[in-house]
């Protein structure tokens, strides 16, 4: 309890500052790899307190490390700071109602995510200081989550090697260290290229590119038959051909998304996806080529560090909610439309009991700390903190600061990533990670353990899942 009172003192001294950095990079919304404003404003905070910044890791521009003491144990926390396209929405607005029309939003929470794991460092560093502790702390500015990634190029990139641990955590509708795996993904561009003919004088001489691209989707929805489960094939057309059918369209541009448990598994189903297109190419007599574009690994939380954040959720307990945020709460879950709330209600008979669903109606706000499970359920989403898992051991905490049932990626997350829900849900964040931290590091027995784990997991190094030839997308994302 000493170290806990400890950092709740030294955050009360910090809290304000979190908040508004939180509350700035809100407003500027920023786009993956264009988070400049955002960037600034962390890289700037963290300066003022004496932590040293290292500059475009991994040649991205927006990505950083600041980094406070240089010896003991070194850990770190993960920062995000990107917002998503067309989600604009005015701070805790119930209603449809965009600041700008079109413009960007924070419907994913990063905002928050970004200015907890500020808070974490900064906190710890005090930490560290009053107690005249070795250590040291390193904040990752981990820029382009909804994008392409970062954090596999950071690691790609050896920003990771040496250090201990890391604790990270995600705007949710829940208190939990992060008990579920997120699967591994890859994406790709595949280029078809034909003959351009005329389609009704001389369709004997053209070669088209469309029908590639048709039949290598036709023969992708044959192979999902063929695949596992949890695994999924997405596609999205770029360039179909051109506008006019009297011409043989003589180049395609298809976008795949490709997701399984597991890398290894994800590479084998990638496989066949590209031989579906050579298949294609082959049957039409065009050429395809294809360019990896993205990838993340999956992500799996660390057993032997989950136990030790476990018990520092425990401790601090949930965000603690007043009338004021369930109304607010309320007024958000009651903002989805008729199926969204019909299935908000299965969930919470399902996650709290039947006979709670009138008084978590009433305050839908989590407040319990649901107990960590070592189970191997998936999320069907992905993120790049998958691949730091596969470098260092790694936790994830999911913290409440949004309506039981909320739905992420859409306005009404953005609504509440700038609210007194949202600020009560990153101080409690801000506490659980500095605490984690503390008692992490007072357990060698637990780190060592921890890097067992990734040891098993990745052989003895860290893998990106890219090609070395795939560099971040900079201005092409
Ligand atoms: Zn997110």
Redesign the pocket.
């Known amino acids: 309890m000493e170290t806990l009172k400890l950092i709740e003192e030294i955050l009360e001294k910090k809290k304000d500052k979190i908040i508004d950095v939180s509350n700035k990079i809100w407003e500027f919304a920023e786009l993956p790899y264009n988070e400049y404003k955002s960037y600034g404003l962390l890289t700037k905070a963290l300066e003022d307190e004496g932590f040293v910044i290292k500059r475009n890791v991994a040649d991205i521009p927006t990505s950083f490390t600041a980094s406070f003491g240089n010896s003991g144990p070194m850990f770190g926390f993960l920062g995000?700071y990107d917002a998503l396209d067309k989600l604009s929405q005015v701070a805790g607005c119930s209603r449809k109602n965009p600041v700008e029309e079109g413009k960007p939003g924070h419907g994913?929470?990063?905002n928050a995510?970004g200015a907890g794991s500020l808070g974490a460092a900064l906190v710890m560093k005090e930490y560290l200081t009053a107690n005249k502790l070795n250590g040291t702390v390193i904040f990752f500015g981990c820029p382009a989550?909804?994008g392409a990634g970062s954090k596999q190029f950071m690691a790609r990139a050896g920003a990771f090697d040496n250090v201990d641990f890391v604790y990270t955590w995600?705007?949710s509708t829940i208190n939990q260290v992060q008990s579920v795996r997120s699967v591994a993904i890859m994406g790709a561009n595949f280029e078809f290229k034909g003959l351009a003919s005329h389609a009704g004088g001389a369709p004997h001489l053209g070669r088209s590119a469309l029908d590639a691209t048709e039949l290598m989707s036709v023969g992708v929805n044959y192979l999902r038959e063929h695949m596992i489960d949890q695994a999924r094939i997405h596609y999205a057309y770029v360039d179909a051909g051109g506008v006019s059918p009297n011409v043989v369209q003589d180049r395609t541009l298809i976008k795949y998304e490709v997701r399984s448990p597991k890398v290894s598994q994800l590479k084998e189903l990638f496989e066949r996806v590209v031989n579906v297109a050579k298949g294609a190419a082959l049957m039409t007599d065009t050429k395809v080529e294809y360019e990896i574009t993205m990838a993340f690994s999956d992500y799996i939380p660390n057993a032997a560090l989950a136990e030790v954040a476990d018990e520092a959720f425990r401790e601090v307990g949930a965000p603690k909610w007043d009338e004021k945020d369930y109304k607010l709460a309320q007024e958000f879950m009651l903002s989805y439309n008729s199926s969204t709330i019909e299935s908000i209600k299965e969930y919470i008979k399902e996650e709290y009991g039947e006979e709670h669903l009138s008084e978590i109606w009433d305050k839908p706000l989590d407040s319990e700390v649901h107990p960590y499970e070592n189970s191997i359920k998936y999320t069907s989403g992905s993120?790049d903190v998958g691949d730091i898992c596969y470098a260092v051991p790694t936790i994830n905490f999911n913290v409440a600061t949004a309506c039981i049932g909320n739905v992420?990626h859409t306005w009404q997350m953005t609504g509440q990533s700038r609210s007194s829900i949202s600020s009560k849900g990153i101080l409690t964040a801000v506490k659980i990670m500095a605490l984690s931290a503390v008692k992490t590091m007072n357990n060698p027995e637990a780190i060592r353990k921890a890097k067992d784990i990734v040891l098993k997991q990745n052989g003895g190094a860290y893998q990106c899942p890219l090609p070395d030839s795939v560099k971040p997308p900079i201005g092409k994302y």
């Open positions: 995000e994913c929470g990063h995510l989550e909804e995600h705007p993120t992420g």
